[in-house]
């Protein structure tokens, strides 16, 4: 089984930075494909980030390629997304996400339409105009 507990999430003005956190515990997280998504109200959760075990290779939504940065520190089971320059319509609520899958990573266009398999509450951010 995998816990995922996100922190990190706020009220910032538009062009802020924000730091999502998530604290991952259980079996083979080192070798598991871990990622961002978001809902916002209204709308579908969808692919914001993923990123492989070894901590290369990241994907990203378009939406957010440039402002965004995903990492990960195994030694202490986190998981990161650095957002920069944040716009309004980047308020939602962040999930983090595990894949089940150990050791095998598959292309972006299989994250966006198949998420993740264990997920954690969510944070929340709002952007402010």
């Known amino acids: 089984q995998v816990q995922l507990v996100e922190s990190g999430g706020g009220l910032v003005q538009a062009g802020g930075s924000l730091r999502l956190s998530c604290a991952a515990s259980g079996r083979t997280l080192s070798s598991r494909v871990m990622g961002w998504f978001r809902q916002a109200p209204g709308k579908e959760r969808e692919f914001v980030a993923v990123?492989?075990?070894?901590?290369?290779?990241?994907y990203y939504a378009d939406s957010v390629k440039g402002r965004f940065t995903i990492s990960r520190d195994n030694a202490k089971n986190m998981v990161y997304l650095q957002m920069n320059s944040l716009k309004p319509e980047d308020t939602a609520i962040y999930y983090c996400?595990?894949?089940?899958?150990?050791?095998?990573?598959?292309?972006?266009?299989?994250?966006?339409?198949?998420?993740?398999?264990?997920w954690g509450k969510g944070t929340l951010v709002t952007v402010s105009s």
């Open positions: 990123i492989r075990w070894s901590g290369d290779s990241p």
């Open positions: 996400g595990a894949h089940r899958i150990s050791g095998i990573y598959y292309s972006r266009s299989y994250y966006e339409a198949n998420g993740m398999d264990y």
